[in-house]
Protein backbone atom coordinates (compact mmCIF):
# COMPACT_ATOMS: atom_id res chain seq x y z
CA UNK A 1 0.00 0.00 0.00
CA UNK A 2 2.81 2.53 1.33
CA UNK A 3 4.95 1.42 -1.76
CA UNK A 4 2.23 1.93 -4.16
CA UNK A 5 1.92 5.25 -2.55
CA UNK A 6 5.39 6.03 -2.85
CA UNK A 7 5.60 5.82 -6.73
CA UNK A 8 2.50 7.71 -6.88
CA UNK A 9 4.02 10.31 -5.15
CA UNK A 10 7.22 9.64 -6.62
CA UNK A 11 5.44 10.43 -10.04
CA UNK A 12 3.90 13.43 -9.25
CA UNK A 13 6.86 14.97 -8.02
CA UNK A 14 8.88 14.05 -11.42
CA UNK A 15 5.94 15.75 -12.82
CA UNK A 16 6.31 18.90 -11.45
CA UNK A 17 8.79 21.47 -12.21
CA UNK A 18 9.37 24.92 -13.28
CA UNK A 19 8.81 23.46 -16.97
CA UNK A 20 5.71 21.91 -17.54
CA UNK A 21 6.30 18.31 -19.42
CA UNK A 22 3.26 16.49 -20.07
CA UNK A 23 2.60 13.41 -18.14
CA UNK A 24 3.33 10.74 -21.03
CA UNK A 25 6.81 12.27 -21.73
CA UNK A 26 7.87 12.28 -17.98
CA UNK A 27 7.28 8.23 -18.40
CA UNK A 28 8.76 7.89 -22.03
CA UNK A 29 11.69 9.99 -20.48
CA UNK A 30 11.93 7.41 -17.55
CA UNK A 31 12.07 4.51 -19.86
CA UNK A 32 14.65 6.10 -22.03
CA UNK A 33 12.03 6.50 -25.14
CA UNK A 34 12.31 9.48 -27.62
CA UNK A 35 10.13 12.48 -26.27
CA UNK A 36 8.67 15.59 -28.31
CA UNK A 37 11.42 17.88 -27.09
CA UNK A 38 15.35 16.86 -25.89
CA UNK A 39 15.44 19.33 -23.25
CA UNK A 40 12.66 17.84 -21.78
CA UNK A 41 14.09 14.43 -21.36
CA UNK A 42 17.63 16.10 -20.15
CA UNK A 43 15.39 17.69 -17.03
CA UNK A 44 13.79 14.61 -16.08
CA UNK A 45 16.80 12.81 -16.15
CA UNK A 46 19.85 14.90 -14.86
CA UNK A 47 17.68 17.17 -12.74
CA UNK A 48 14.34 15.83 -11.83
CA UNK A 49 14.92 12.09 -11.19
CA UNK A 50 18.31 12.88 -8.71
CA UNK A 51 16.08 15.28 -6.64
CA UNK A 52 13.20 12.55 -6.16
CA UNK A 53 15.58 10.28 -5.37
CA UNK A 54 17.26 12.71 -2.89
CA UNK A 55 14.10 13.58 -1.42
CA UNK A 56 13.05 9.40 -0.76
CA UNK A 57 16.41 8.79 0.88
CA UNK A 58 16.33 12.45 3.11
CA UNK A 59 12.92 11.75 3.99
CA UNK A 60 13.38 7.97 4.77
CA UNK A 61 16.59 8.65 6.51
CA UNK A 62 15.11 11.60 8.68
CA UNK A 63 11.85 9.51 9.46
CA UNK A 64 13.99 6.91 10.80
CA UNK A 65 16.67 8.48 12.92
CA UNK A 66 13.45 10.06 14.69
CA UNK A 67 12.19 6.44 15.51
CA UNK A 68 15.55 5.11 16.69
CA UNK A 69 16.03 8.08 18.82
CA UNK A 70 12.15 7.71 19.92
CA UNK A 71 13.23 3.95 21.12
CA UNK A 72 16.23 5.01 22.49
CA UNK A 73 14.90 7.60 24.96
CA UNK A 74 11.76 6.51 25.04
CA UNK A 75 10.48 9.54 24.70
CA UNK A 76 7.38 10.74 22.11
CA UNK A 77 9.11 13.78 21.27
CA UNK A 78 12.80 12.76 20.84
CA UNK A 79 14.09 13.38 16.92
CA UNK A 80 16.91 14.76 15.40
CA UNK A 81 15.75 18.10 15.33
CA UNK A 82 14.62 18.37 18.82
CA UNK A 83 17.56 16.60 20.40
CA UNK A 84 19.71 19.11 19.02
CA UNK A 85 21.36 16.79 16.25
CA UNK A 86 20.66 18.33 13.42
CA UNK A 87 22.19 21.62 14.63
CA UNK A 88 25.52 19.66 16.00
CA UNK A 89 25.44 19.07 12.12
CA UNK A 90 24.62 21.98 11.41
CA UNK A 91 27.66 23.18 13.18
CA UNK A 92 29.93 20.95 11.17
CA UNK A 93 28.80 22.00 8.20
CA UNK A 94 29.25 26.27 9.57
CA UNK A 95 32.84 24.66 10.74
CA UNK A 96 33.75 24.08 7.41
CA UNK A 97 31.77 26.37 4.86
CA UNK A 98 32.60 29.64 7.50
CA UNK A 99 35.51 28.41 9.02
CA UNK A 100 38.22 29.14 6.45
CA UNK A 101 37.86 33.00 8.27
CA UNK A 102 39.55 30.88 11.14
CA UNK A 103 41.55 28.80 9.93
CA UNK A 104 42.54 30.03 6.64
CA UNK A 105 43.06 28.43 3.20
CA UNK A 106 43.35 24.60 4.20
CA UNK A 107 40.18 24.18 4.73
CA UNK A 108 38.85 25.92 2.58
CA UNK A 109 40.13 23.90 0.05
CA UNK A 110 38.53 21.30 1.61
CA UNK A 111 34.96 22.59 1.54
CA UNK A 112 34.17 21.70 -1.64
CA UNK A 113 34.54 17.81 -1.32
CA UNK A 114 31.36 15.89 -0.58
CA UNK A 115 33.01 13.54 2.05
CA UNK A 116 34.30 16.28 4.09
CA UNK A 117 30.84 17.74 3.95
CA UNK A 118 29.36 14.41 5.25
CA UNK A 119 32.15 14.06 7.72
CA UNK A 120 31.64 17.51 9.29
CA UNK A 121 27.79 16.98 9.14
CA UNK A 122 28.42 13.49 10.72
CA UNK A 123 30.63 14.37 13.20
CA UNK A 124 28.93 17.46 14.74
CA UNK A 125 25.95 15.19 14.84
CA UNK A 126 27.30 12.14 17.12
CA UNK A 127 28.80 14.55 19.34
CA UNK A 128 26.45 16.25 20.26
CA UNK A 129 24.36 13.21 20.29
CA UNK A 130 26.94 11.77 22.50
CA UNK A 131 26.90 14.94 24.72
CA UNK A 132 22.95 14.70 24.83
CA UNK A 133 23.32 10.74 26.03
CA UNK A 134 25.83 11.80 28.28
CA UNK A 135 23.13 14.24 29.62
CA UNK A 136 20.94 11.57 29.74
CA UNK A 137 22.80 8.65 31.97
CA UNK A 138 22.67 11.72 34.68
CA UNK A 139 19.29 13.00 34.68
CA UNK A 140 16.78 10.56 34.65
CA UNK A 141 13.92 12.97 33.54
CA UNK A 142 13.41 13.23 30.08
CA UNK A 143 11.79 16.55 30.10
CA UNK A 144 15.58 17.55 30.95
CA UNK A 145 17.11 16.11 28.31
CA UNK A 146 14.89 17.49 25.64
CA UNK A 147 15.50 20.67 27.08
CA UNK A 148 18.97 20.19 27.21
CA UNK A 149 18.92 19.00 23.38
CA UNK A 150 17.07 22.31 22.67
CA UNK A 151 19.65 24.15 24.86
CA UNK A 152 22.45 22.54 22.78
CA UNK A 153 20.30 23.38 20.01
CA UNK A 154 20.44 27.61 21.16
CA UNK A 155 24.42 27.20 21.74
CA UNK A 156 25.21 25.78 18.44
CA UNK A 157 23.36 28.12 16.69
CA UNK A 158 25.38 31.37 18.58
CA UNK A 159 28.55 29.45 17.42
CA UNK A 160 27.21 29.71 14.09
CA UNK A 161 26.20 33.07 14.02
CA UNK A 162 29.61 33.83 15.78
CA UNK A 163 30.95 32.85 13.21
CA UNK A 164 28.92 34.05 9.92
CA UNK A 165 29.41 37.64 12.00
CA UNK A 166 33.21 36.97 10.93
CA UNK A 167 32.95 35.56 7.42
CA UNK A 168 32.66 36.52 3.82
CA UNK A 169 29.20 37.80 2.38
CA UNK A 170 29.97 34.97 -0.11
CA UNK A 171 30.63 32.22 2.34
CA UNK A 172 27.29 33.60 4.21
CA UNK A 173 25.40 33.38 1.04
CA UNK A 174 26.40 29.64 0.32
CA UNK A 175 25.86 28.76 3.90
CA UNK A 176 22.34 30.32 3.78
CA UNK A 177 21.34 29.03 1.09
CA UNK A 178 22.69 25.55 2.26
CA UNK A 179 20.12 25.93 5.63
CA UNK A 180 17.18 26.85 3.97
CA UNK A 181 17.38 23.25 2.60
CA UNK A 182 17.15 22.26 -0.87
CA UNK A 183 17.24 18.38 -2.57
CA UNK A 184 18.30 19.47 -5.87
CA UNK A 185 22.37 20.08 -7.29
CA UNK A 186 22.96 16.56 -6.34
CA UNK A 187 24.93 15.35 -8.96
CA UNK A 188 23.99 11.30 -10.11
CA UNK A 189 27.94 10.79 -8.73
CA UNK A 190 27.12 12.40 -5.05
CA UNK A 191 23.92 10.95 -5.27
CA UNK A 192 25.79 7.43 -5.59
CA UNK A 193 27.95 8.10 -2.41
CA UNK A 194 24.57 9.45 -0.50
CA UNK A 195 22.95 5.80 -1.29
CA UNK A 196 26.41 4.35 0.05
CA UNK A 197 26.01 6.37 3.72
CA UNK A 198 22.26 5.74 3.42
CA UNK A 199 22.42 2.14 2.60
CA UNK A 200 25.18 1.66 5.67
CA UNK A 201 22.75 3.24 7.88
CA UNK A 202 20.06 0.98 6.90
CA UNK A 203 21.91 -1.90 7.62
CA UNK A 204 22.87 -0.65 10.90
CA UNK A 205 19.40 -0.41 11.85
CA UNK A 206 18.09 -3.85 10.29
CA UNK A 207 21.07 -5.49 12.92
CA UNK A 208 19.23 -3.72 16.04
CA UNK A 209 15.57 -4.56 14.96
CA UNK A 210 15.25 -7.31 17.89
CA UNK A 211 17.13 -5.14 20.37
CA UNK A 212 14.94 -2.24 19.61
CA UNK A 213 12.00 -4.07 19.96
CA UNK A 214 12.98 -5.06 23.94
CA UNK A 215 13.99 -1.68 24.32
CA UNK A 216 10.21 -0.69 24.27
CA UNK A 217 10.18 -2.18 28.00
CA UNK A 218 13.05 -0.05 28.71
CA UNK A 219 16.65 -0.06 29.48
CA UNK A 220 16.40 -2.62 32.61
CA UNK A 221 14.44 -5.30 31.47
CA UNK A 222 15.90 -5.49 27.63
CA UNK A 223 19.26 -6.05 29.51
CA UNK A 224 17.80 -8.75 31.80
CA UNK A 225 16.58 -10.56 28.28
CA UNK A 226 20.01 -11.00 26.88
CA UNK A 227 20.67 -7.41 25.33
CA UNK A 228 23.77 -5.47 25.07
CA UNK A 229 22.40 -2.62 25.83
CA UNK A 230 25.79 -0.64 25.24
CA UNK A 231 26.42 -1.92 21.39
CA UNK A 232 23.05 -1.77 20.77
CA UNK A 233 22.83 2.35 22.20
CA UNK A 234 26.42 3.08 20.39
CA UNK A 235 25.02 1.16 16.42
CA UNK A 236 21.71 3.44 17.31
CA UNK A 237 23.84 6.28 17.54
CA UNK A 238 26.09 5.55 14.83
CA UNK A 239 23.37 4.76 12.23
CA UNK A 240 21.67 7.86 13.46
CA UNK A 241 24.31 10.38 12.96
CA UNK A 242 25.66 9.06 9.88
CA UNK A 243 22.11 9.19 8.60
CA UNK A 244 21.53 12.66 9.83
CA UNK A 245 25.05 13.79 8.72
CA UNK A 246 24.56 12.89 4.81
CA UNK A 247 21.53 14.11 5.00
CA UNK A 248 22.34 17.57 6.86
CA UNK A 249 25.33 17.54 4.47
CA UNK A 250 23.55 17.09 1.43
CA UNK A 251 20.05 18.51 1.62
CA UNK A 252 20.45 21.21 4.77
CA UNK A 253 18.92 20.77 7.90
CA UNK A 254 15.65 19.79 7.63
CA UNK A 255 12.96 20.19 10.21
CA UNK A 256 9.60 18.14 11.55
CA UNK A 257 10.58 15.47 9.28
CA UNK A 258 12.03 13.16 11.95
CA UNK A 259 9.84 14.33 15.00
CA UNK A 260 6.86 14.02 12.76
CA UNK A 261 6.75 10.86 10.63
CA UNK A 262 7.05 8.02 13.49
CA UNK A 263 3.83 9.20 14.99
CA UNK A 264 2.17 9.78 12.02
CA UNK A 265 3.04 6.19 10.96
CA UNK A 266 2.15 4.65 14.43
CA UNK A 267 -1.55 6.48 14.15
CA UNK A 268 -1.75 4.60 10.94
CA UNK A 269 -0.31 0.92 11.31
CA UNK A 270 -1.10 0.82 15.09
CA UNK A 271 1.73 -1.32 15.96
CA UNK A 272 5.36 -0.69 17.97
CA UNK A 273 7.32 -3.89 16.64
CA UNK A 274 10.20 -2.54 14.54
CA UNK A 275 9.93 -5.14 12.15
CA UNK A 276 6.86 -3.53 10.82
CA UNK A 277 8.37 0.25 11.67
CA UNK A 278 11.25 0.61 10.10
CA UNK A 279 10.04 -0.70 7.02
CA UNK A 280 6.53 2.10 7.15
CA UNK A 281 8.42 4.85 8.85
CA UNK A 282 10.88 4.69 5.87
CA UNK A 283 8.10 4.78 3.41
CA UNK A 284 6.02 7.61 5.23
CA UNK A 285 9.11 9.53 5.57
CA UNK A 286 9.92 9.19 1.44
CA UNK A 287 6.74 10.16 0.81
CA UNK A 288 5.72 13.18 3.24
CA UNK A 289 9.19 14.64 1.71
CA UNK A 290 8.17 14.26 -2.03
CA UNK A 291 4.93 15.89 -0.94
CA UNK A 292 6.76 18.75 0.75
CA UNK A 293 8.85 18.74 -2.30
CA UNK A 294 5.89 19.03 -5.09
CA UNK A 295 4.71 21.72 -2.27
CA UNK A 296 8.26 23.84 -2.39
CA UNK A 297 8.35 23.76 -6.00
CA UNK A 298 4.82 25.73 -6.68
CA UNK A 299 3.71 23.45 -9.54
CA UNK A 300 2.79 25.31 -12.69
CA UNK A 301 5.02 28.73 -11.45
CA UNK A 302 9.03 29.90 -10.94
CA UNK A 303 9.17 30.18 -8.00
CA UNK A 304 10.87 27.57 -5.54
CA UNK A 305 9.94 28.22 -1.63
CA UNK A 306 12.33 27.22 0.74
CA UNK A 307 11.98 23.28 1.84
CA UNK A 308 12.25 24.09 5.67
CA UNK A 309 9.51 26.17 5.68
CA UNK A 310 7.46 23.71 3.69
CA UNK A 311 7.81 20.92 5.86
CA UNK A 312 8.34 23.71 9.35
CA UNK A 313 4.46 24.36 8.04
CA UNK A 314 2.61 20.92 8.42
CA UNK A 315 5.23 19.80 10.94
CA UNK A 316 4.97 22.01 13.61
CA UNK A 317 1.12 22.07 13.78
CA UNK A 318 1.42 17.99 14.10
CA UNK A 319 3.58 18.72 16.87
CA UNK A 320 1.56 20.82 18.73
CA UNK A 321 -1.76 18.22 18.00
CA UNK A 322 0.35 15.50 19.47
CA UNK A 323 1.09 17.81 22.62
CA UNK A 324 -2.54 18.76 23.09
CA UNK A 325 -3.91 15.33 22.40
CA UNK A 326 -5.80 14.26 25.93
CA UNK A 327 -4.63 10.13 24.99
CA UNK A 328 -1.26 9.22 26.20
CA UNK A 329 1.63 9.18 24.06
CA UNK A 330 2.83 5.93 22.69
CA UNK A 331 5.66 4.26 20.81
CA UNK B 1 19.11 -37.75 44.98
CA UNK B 2 18.94 -39.56 42.08
CA UNK B 3 19.71 -36.45 39.43
CA UNK B 4 23.15 -35.02 39.13
CA UNK B 5 21.58 -31.32 39.64
CA UNK B 6 22.01 -30.08 42.58
CA UNK B 7 18.91 -28.77 44.09
CA UNK B 8 20.41 -25.37 45.15
CA UNK B 9 20.25 -22.92 42.25
CA UNK B 10 21.80 -20.26 43.65
CA UNK B 11 23.81 -19.44 45.90
CA UNK B 12 25.97 -16.57 47.59
CA UNK B 13 29.31 -16.57 48.85
CA UNK B 14 30.68 -13.66 51.13
CA UNK B 15 28.32 -11.25 49.23
CA UNK B 16 28.80 -7.26 49.67
CA UNK B 17 26.17 -5.50 47.91
CA UNK B 18 25.96 -1.07 47.48
CA UNK B 19 27.23 1.16 45.61
CA UNK B 20 30.45 2.59 44.72
CA UNK B 21 30.04 6.97 45.23
CA UNK B 22 33.12 8.73 43.81
CA UNK B 23 35.80 5.55 44.17
CA UNK B 24 34.60 5.06 47.45
CA UNK B 25 32.16 2.13 48.32
CA UNK B 26 28.81 2.48 50.34
CA UNK B 27 28.21 -0.68 51.55
CA UNK B 28 24.45 -1.67 52.34
CA UNK B 29 24.78 -4.78 53.29
CA UNK B 30 27.79 -7.42 53.68
CA UNK B 31 28.49 -11.04 54.45
CA UNK B 32 25.63 -12.29 52.58
CA UNK B 33 25.69 -15.96 52.56
CA UNK B 34 21.81 -16.76 51.32
CA UNK B 35 21.18 -20.11 48.89
CA UNK B 36 18.14 -20.60 46.67
CA UNK B 37 16.29 -23.78 46.76
CA UNK B 38 14.48 -25.17 43.12
CA UNK B 39 11.04 -24.75 43.32
CA UNK B 40 11.06 -22.85 46.07
CA UNK B 41 8.95 -19.59 46.71
CA UNK B 42 10.98 -16.89 48.64
CA UNK B 43 9.80 -13.64 49.99
CA UNK B 44 12.53 -10.87 50.89
CA UNK B 45 11.18 -8.78 54.08
CA UNK B 46 13.17 -5.15 55.81
CA UNK B 47 12.10 -1.62 55.95
CA UNK B 48 12.18 0.81 53.22
CA UNK B 49 16.13 0.86 52.46
CA UNK B 50 17.48 -1.98 53.97
CA UNK B 51 18.57 -3.00 50.60
CA UNK B 52 15.92 -5.23 49.24
CA UNK B 53 16.31 -4.06 45.29
CA UNK B 54 20.19 -3.51 45.73
CA UNK B 55 20.12 -7.42 46.70
CA UNK B 56 18.14 -8.04 43.76
CA UNK B 57 19.36 -6.14 41.65
CA UNK B 58 22.73 -7.66 42.73
CA UNK B 59 21.87 -10.89 41.71
CA UNK B 60 20.26 -10.12 38.69
CA UNK B 61 23.92 -8.72 37.96
CA UNK B 62 22.07 -5.36 36.89
CA UNK B 63 24.89 -4.23 39.04
CA UNK B 64 28.17 -5.57 40.48
CA UNK B 65 28.82 -6.84 44.08
CA UNK B 66 30.83 -4.94 46.05
CA UNK B 67 32.83 -8.29 46.52
CA UNK B 68 32.00 -11.81 46.98
CA UNK B 69 30.25 -13.68 44.62
CA UNK B 70 27.02 -15.02 42.87
CA UNK B 71 26.70 -18.65 42.19
CA UNK B 72 24.21 -19.36 39.88
CA UNK B 73 23.86 -23.31 39.12
CA UNK B 74 27.08 -23.69 40.75
CA UNK B 75 29.26 -21.24 38.30
CA UNK B 76 29.93 -17.59 39.42
CA UNK B 77 27.41 -15.10 37.45
CA UNK B 78 29.97 -12.98 36.11
CA UNK B 79 31.32 -16.00 33.97
CA UNK B 80 27.72 -15.95 31.97
CA UNK B 81 27.41 -13.87 29.16
CA UNK B 82 24.14 -11.82 28.94
CA UNK B 83 22.51 -13.79 26.65
CA UNK B 84 23.07 -17.10 28.94
CA UNK B 85 22.09 -14.87 31.97
CA UNK B 86 18.42 -14.16 30.31
CA UNK B 87 18.13 -17.93 30.06
CA UNK B 88 18.75 -18.46 34.02
CA UNK B 89 17.05 -15.55 35.04
CA UNK B 90 13.83 -13.51 34.57
CA UNK B 91 12.50 -10.23 36.03
CA UNK B 92 9.43 -8.23 36.96
CA UNK B 93 10.44 -4.42 37.95
CA UNK B 94 9.05 -1.68 39.69
CA UNK B 95 9.42 0.52 36.58
CA UNK B 96 6.44 1.05 34.66
CA UNK B 97 6.51 0.06 31.33
CA UNK B 98 6.64 2.87 28.42
CA UNK B 99 3.26 3.12 26.86
CA UNK B 100 3.16 1.68 23.03
CA UNK B 101 1.51 -0.02 20.76
CA UNK B 102 2.77 -3.37 21.94
CA UNK B 103 -0.08 -6.43 21.91
CA UNK B 104 0.18 -8.20 24.98
CA UNK B 105 1.12 -11.31 23.00
CA UNK B 106 3.90 -9.00 21.04
CA UNK B 107 4.82 -8.22 25.20
CA UNK B 108 4.87 -11.65 26.32
CA UNK B 109 6.89 -12.69 23.10
CA UNK B 110 9.36 -10.75 24.11
CA UNK B 111 10.32 -12.65 26.88
CA UNK B 112 11.43 -15.44 23.73
CA UNK B 113 14.37 -12.97 22.78
CA UNK B 114 17.02 -15.29 24.52
CA UNK B 115 15.99 -17.88 22.17
CA UNK B 116 15.09 -16.19 18.50
CA UNK B 117 17.13 -15.58 15.92
CA UNK B 118 18.97 -12.38 15.18
CA UNK B 119 15.66 -10.49 13.73
CA UNK B 120 13.55 -11.73 16.17
CA UNK B 121 11.28 -14.76 14.44
CA UNK B 122 9.11 -16.86 16.10
CA UNK B 123 9.24 -20.58 15.67
CA UNK B 124 6.38 -22.68 16.56
CA UNK B 125 8.29 -23.68 19.96
CA UNK B 126 8.10 -19.75 21.27
CA UNK B 127 4.36 -19.65 20.25
CA UNK B 128 3.76 -22.49 22.07
CA UNK B 129 5.84 -21.30 25.02
CA UNK B 130 3.96 -17.61 25.14
CA UNK B 131 0.79 -19.45 24.28
CA UNK B 132 1.74 -21.47 27.44
CA UNK B 133 2.60 -18.74 29.77
CA UNK B 134 -0.19 -16.89 29.06
CA UNK B 135 -2.68 -19.55 29.92
CA UNK B 136 -0.80 -20.20 33.04
CA UNK B 137 -0.84 -16.88 34.16
CA UNK B 138 -5.21 -16.44 32.72
CA UNK B 139 -4.12 -14.26 30.13
CA UNK B 140 -5.60 -15.60 27.39
CA UNK B 141 -8.77 -13.27 27.15
CA UNK B 142 -6.41 -10.33 27.19
CA UNK B 143 -4.28 -11.61 24.19
CA UNK B 144 -4.47 -8.79 21.17
CA UNK B 145 -5.15 -6.00 23.56
CA UNK B 146 -2.86 -3.09 23.66
CA UNK B 147 -0.67 -2.17 26.87
CA UNK B 148 -2.00 0.69 27.72
CA UNK B 149 -5.43 -0.50 27.60
CA UNK B 150 -4.83 -2.80 30.50
CA UNK B 151 -5.50 -1.74 34.32
CA UNK B 152 -2.50 -2.21 36.68
CA UNK B 153 -3.58 -5.64 37.68
CA UNK B 154 -3.85 -7.16 34.37
CA UNK B 155 -0.06 -5.42 33.36
CA UNK B 156 1.64 -7.55 36.17
CA UNK B 157 -0.04 -10.68 34.69
CA UNK B 158 1.21 -9.51 31.79
CA UNK B 159 4.99 -8.99 32.67
CA UNK B 160 4.79 -11.88 34.98
CA UNK B 161 3.91 -14.24 31.81
CA UNK B 162 6.31 -12.36 30.15
CA UNK B 163 9.35 -13.82 33.05
CA UNK B 164 7.88 -17.14 32.46
CA UNK B 165 8.26 -17.13 28.71
CA UNK B 166 11.70 -16.20 29.46
CA UNK B 167 11.70 -19.78 30.35
CA UNK B 168 14.18 -19.54 33.40
CA UNK B 169 15.14 -21.45 36.31
CA UNK B 170 14.63 -18.19 38.35
CA UNK B 171 12.40 -14.99 38.23
CA UNK B 172 12.99 -12.47 40.65
CA UNK B 173 10.47 -9.79 41.09
CA UNK B 174 10.51 -6.66 42.85
CA UNK B 175 7.19 -5.33 44.91
CA UNK B 176 5.25 -7.21 42.19
CA UNK B 177 1.66 -6.32 44.11
CA UNK B 178 2.82 -2.12 45.00
CA UNK B 179 -0.04 -0.66 43.49
CA UNK B 180 -2.85 -3.07 43.55
CA UNK B 181 -6.06 -3.69 45.67
CA UNK B 182 -6.38 -6.82 48.36
CA UNK B 183 -7.48 -9.03 46.11
CA UNK B 184 -5.32 -8.79 42.98
CA UNK B 185 -2.55 -8.44 45.57
CA UNK B 186 -3.55 -12.40 47.06
CA UNK B 187 -4.16 -12.86 43.22
CA UNK B 188 -1.15 -11.87 41.87
CA UNK B 189 0.92 -14.29 45.18
CA UNK B 190 -0.99 -17.16 44.99
CA UNK B 191 -0.40 -17.23 41.15
CA UNK B 192 3.10 -16.85 42.26
CA UNK B 193 3.06 -19.62 44.72
CA UNK B 194 1.47 -21.93 41.92
CA UNK B 195 3.90 -21.70 39.53
CA UNK B 196 6.52 -21.73 41.92
CA UNK B 197 5.25 -25.49 42.78
CA UNK B 198 3.71 -26.82 39.83
CA UNK B 199 6.19 -25.41 37.54
CA UNK B 200 8.86 -26.12 39.17
CA UNK B 201 10.70 -22.29 39.34
CA UNK B 202 12.66 -20.47 42.35
CA UNK B 203 10.79 -17.69 43.10
CA UNK B 204 12.34 -14.31 44.54
CA UNK B 205 10.27 -11.47 45.85
CA UNK B 206 10.38 -8.61 47.34
CA UNK B 207 7.93 -7.25 48.90
CA UNK B 208 6.14 -5.37 52.25
CA UNK B 209 2.66 -7.65 52.52
CA UNK B 210 4.42 -9.07 55.77
CA UNK B 211 1.49 -11.19 56.55
CA UNK B 212 1.25 -12.75 53.25
CA UNK B 213 4.37 -13.36 52.74
CA UNK B 214 4.42 -15.11 56.12
CA UNK B 215 1.22 -17.42 54.73
CA UNK B 216 2.91 -17.79 51.34
CA UNK B 217 6.64 -17.97 51.19
CA UNK B 218 8.56 -21.60 51.93
CA UNK B 219 11.29 -19.14 52.72
CA UNK B 220 11.76 -15.96 54.39
CA UNK B 221 14.91 -13.63 54.13
CA UNK B 222 14.68 -10.96 56.52
CA UNK B 223 17.21 -7.94 55.96
CA UNK B 224 17.92 -6.33 58.95
CA UNK B 225 20.41 -3.76 59.00
CA UNK B 226 23.86 -5.74 58.90
CA UNK B 227 22.64 -8.57 58.42
CA UNK B 228 20.26 -10.97 56.58
CA UNK B 229 18.55 -14.01 58.14
CA UNK B 230 16.68 -16.49 56.32
CA UNK B 231 14.09 -19.59 57.45
CA UNK B 232 10.81 -20.91 57.11
CA UNK B 233 8.49 -18.50 58.17
CA UNK B 234 7.61 -20.69 61.18
CA UNK B 235 11.21 -21.56 62.85
CA UNK B 236 11.46 -17.73 61.94
CA UNK B 237 8.70 -16.66 64.05
CA UNK B 238 9.67 -19.15 66.74
CA UNK B 239 13.10 -17.94 67.36
CA UNK B 240 11.83 -14.50 67.65
CA UNK B 241 14.07 -13.27 64.62
CA UNK B 242 10.54 -12.47 62.47
CA UNK B 243 9.29 -9.85 65.79
CA UNK B 244 12.52 -7.58 65.46
CA UNK B 245 12.34 -7.14 61.62
CA UNK B 246 10.41 -3.73 62.23
CA UNK B 247 12.50 -1.95 65.09
CA UNK B 248 9.25 0.10 65.70
CA UNK B 249 7.36 0.96 69.18
CA UNK B 250 4.30 1.26 66.88
CA UNK B 251 3.97 -2.20 66.22
CA UNK B 252 3.65 -5.09 67.51
CA UNK B 253 3.85 -8.92 66.36
CA UNK B 254 0.90 -11.75 67.72
CA UNK B 255 2.47 -14.94 67.22
CA UNK B 256 -0.70 -17.01 67.24
CA UNK B 257 -1.87 -15.11 64.67
CA UNK B 258 1.05 -14.49 62.51
CA UNK B 259 -0.12 -11.10 61.94
CA UNK B 260 1.82 -7.52 62.74
CA UNK B 261 -0.47 -5.26 64.57
CA UNK B 262 -0.87 -1.73 65.62
CA UNK B 263 0.01 -1.51 69.10
CA UNK B 264 -1.94 0.42 71.17
CA UNK B 265 0.02 3.03 73.92
Same mark, same amino acid.
Not at chain 2, 57 to 70: E, F, I, W
Not at chain 2, 101 to 129: C, H
Given at each position: MLLLLLVVVGLLNLSFGSVSIPFKDVIYSLLGKETLNNTWQYIIVDYRLPKTITAIL?? !? $????????????????????????? !? $??ASLGVALLLLGAGFFGGTIASLATSDLSMVLAASGGAFLILLVVLIAASKVRNTMSILIIGLMFGSFTSAIISIMAYFSTAEQLQQFMFWSYGSLGNLSWQELGFFFGIYSLGILLIIFIIKPLNSLLLGENYAKSMGVNFKSTRTITLVATSLLTGVCTAFAGPIAFIGLAVPHLTRLVITSSDHKILVPAVALTGAIL??????????????????????????????????????RKLIF | MATNKSNTILKTENLSIGY????????IQENLNLELKRGVLTCILGNNGIG???????????????????????KNSDDYTS???????????????????????????????????????????????VTKAMQQTEITNLVSKKIFELSDGQKQRVMIARALAQNTEIIILDEPTVHLDIHHKIAVLKL??????????????????????????????????????????DALITNKTLQELFNSNLISFNSNTKQFNIKNT
Open positions: VG !S $SLALSGLLMQTLFRNPLAGPFVLGI !S $SGMLISDTIAQLPTSDYTLPLNAVTTLFGAPIVIWLLVRK | TVRKKALIKSTLLRTLAKMQPALSGSVLIDNQELSKKISLVLTESVPPSNLSVFELVALGRQPYTNWIGTLSDIDKTMLKNISKNLNKSIIIATHEVSFAIQLADTLWLMHPNKCVTGTP
